[in-house]
Nanobody
Framework: VTLVESGGGLVQPGGSLRLSCAAS????????MSWYRQAPGKERELVAG????????NYADSVKGRFTISRDNAENTVDLQMNMLKPEDTAVYYC?????????????WGQGTQVTVSS
């Protein structure tokens, strides 16, 4: 199982970035996908999630109206479009795949990509 994030970098406040996560090694369309982030000294937090069919999304209050999560089940990718970025969005962003089974939860993580919002 591999989740590889890309698209992070340094951006000025008010700018945009698009993160992408490429998945392999599991049946992507059976997994809910999410983006989490972790800032220095803080706990990892959920940023956005999307159901396996892509028919429902959810967002942290702090990013609603600025971030959009989407997925392509044909390409096994999940993206996070981030607009109107703020310094407080600075963090390492992680891609997560999760599937609830009868007796366990399959939970996979990428290695993370750094997003820095600074002037």
């Amino acid at each position: 199982v591999t989740l590889v994030e890309s698209g992070g970098g340094l951006v000025q406040p008010g700018g945009s970035l698009r993160l992408s996560c490429a998945a392999s090694g599991f049946t992507f369309s059976r997994y809910d996908m999410s983006w989490y982030r972790q800032a220095p000294g803080k706990e990892r937090e959920l940023v956005a999630g999307i159901t396996k069919a892509g028919d429902s999304t959810n967002y942290a209050d702090s990013v609603k109206g600025r971030f959009t999560i989407s997925r392509d089940n044909a390409e096994n990718t999940v993206d996070l479009q981030m607009n109107m970025l703020k310094p407080e969005d600075t963090a390492v962003y992680y891609c997560n795949a999760r599937r609830f089974l009868s007796s366990r939860v399959n939970d996979y993580w990428g290695q993370g990509t750094q997003v820095t919002v600074s002037s």
